[in-house]
């Protein structure tokens, strides 16, 4: 865990190569955390920096303050069951910190 | 003029503008009340659309080139993407550039599952099957496969990574520099750069420019 805050004041909790666990939740409105990675294990990959939650700005909101935005790192034969390919492939998703606990 | 005159003819192709969508629709009607009400002219949202189709590919082919070509500039475009544009003297775009590199273990794909996010400041228009649901619902689950079929076999030893454009990273591949191509002039190098090159689904050859 990495105590290091965002320029915008939001404390970024997590910091290259925490494992971090995506919120299985269900919620209305404009998320931009892809269904298929919901609930899956990675590793934080970089933090991005912080920018405004899409989840507000959808609806003419501010967006602020901004949230740490995170590209986490998944296994893709953990994210899919019958993945044909090699063990280390990867997929890389951006994922902002609302979404991930740690793992 | 009348066409009932005695015998049937085959139907006429309708054109594609015959019937508006919604968005369509909302996107005339916002634009005809903006000029309307002066917020801006009609020949400034066609100076935007012309200044959008303006930019190419080119621009990122000249961008991998110069990283072939000069490993200092290189490390800053890895590290740093919209500076090393800058220095290019191209736009630094509106959004942050994230640049992953192919190596001989690595390579690497880019797709947006939610929509059709791409470096458009930089590479352009994004071509019509980055934004269909099979292109985007099948590069994240069976990224090898997908690559087969636009003629790419990555190979067993290989890593496949792929990046989701889900929030506010674009993507440029930075494909890994042919044989055959020693002491190429940075203009020379830029020719067999093309845009699924920078995308991932192809890699450039010595052979692949469009002169040969």
Known sequence: MSAAVTPTGVGARFRRGDRVKVRRADVPGHIRTPWYIRGHTGVIERLCGAYPNPEELAYARSGLPAQPLYRVRFAQAQVWPDYAGRPADSIDVEIFQHWLEPA | ?212
Not at chain 2, 18 to 24: G, I, N, R
Not at chain 2, 175 to 183: D, L, Q
């Open chain 2, 1 to 212: 003029m009348t066409h009932d005159h005695g015998h049937p003819h085959a139907g006429v192709r309708p054109d594609a503008d015959d019937t508006l969508s919604y968005y369509q629709v909302m996107e005339v009607a916002v634009r005809e009340l903006l000029v309307e009400k002066g917020v801006l002219s009609a020949d400034a949202v066609r100076r935007e659309v012309e200044k959008m189709d303006a930019r190419s590919p080119a621009q990122g082919a000249r961008v991998v080139a110069r990283a072939w070509a000069d490993p200092a500039f290189k490390a800053k475009l890895l590290e740093l993407g919209n500076d090393a544009l800058v220095e290019l003297g191209l736009e630094r775009g509106p959004y942050k550039l994230v640049v992953v590199e192919n190596t001989a273990d690595v390579h690497n794909l880019v797709v947006c599952t939610l929509c059709s996010c791409y470096p458009r400041w930089l590479l352009g228009l994004p071509p019509d099957w980055y934004k269909s649901r099979n292109y985007r619902s099948r590069a994240v689950r069976e990224p090898r496969q997908v690559l087969r079929e636009f003629g790419l076999d990555v190979g067993a030893d290989a890593t496949v990574r792929v990046h989701d454009s889900t929030a506010d990273m674009r993507y440029l591949v930075l494909p890994a520099r042919p044989s055959g191509t020693e002491g190429w002039s940075e203009e020379k190098l830029a020719t067999i750069v093309t845009r699924d090159c920078m995308i991932g689904v192809a890699v450039p050859r010595a052979g692949s420019g469009p002169g040969s």
